[in-house]
């Protein structure tokens, strides 16, 4: 399996970013999938979180500004960010997995870069 994140990039704060993440294979429809984030000088954290069905859930940091959704048939997830925080700025990680936000996923993507200017 592939991940392959795209959207990333540089947004004033209070902005907004989308980003997206394509899954190669076929097994993406049955496994939870998320995003996770490393900032600078920072431990990569976990943001957000959906299984199959399309639960969710979040980290407390983001609840209420991102949301996470998924396309089976599109084999693609998603990361809608709002109200965007310079402590937002970090490299996002679409991740694909059963333990996801609970332990370590059984795939990553390679990362897009969000930047958000004060």
């Known amino acids: 399996v592939q991940l392959v994140e795209s959207g990333g990039g540089l947004v004033q704060a209070g902005g907004s970013l989308r980003l997206s993440c394509v899954a190669s294979?076929?097994?993406?429809?049955?496994?939870?999938t998320g995003w996770y984030r490393q900032g600078p000088g920072k431990q990569r954290e976990w943001v957000a979180r959906?299984?199959?069905?399309?639960?969710?859930t979040y980290a407390d940091s983001v609840k209420g500004r991102f949301t996470i959704s998924r396309n089976n048939a599109k084999n693609t997830a998603y990361l809608q960010m709002r109200s965007l925080e310079p402590e937002d700025t970090a490299v996002y990680y679409c991740?694909?997995?059963?333990?996801?936000?609970?332990?370590?996923?059984?795939?990553w993507g390679q990362g897009t870069q969000v930047t958000v200017s004060s």
């Open positions: 959906i299984n199959s069905d399309g639960t969710t």
């Open positions: 991740a694909l997995g059963n333990y996801i936000s609970v332990g370590p996923p059984d795939y």
């Open positions: 294979g076929s097994i993406f429809s049955i496994y939870p």
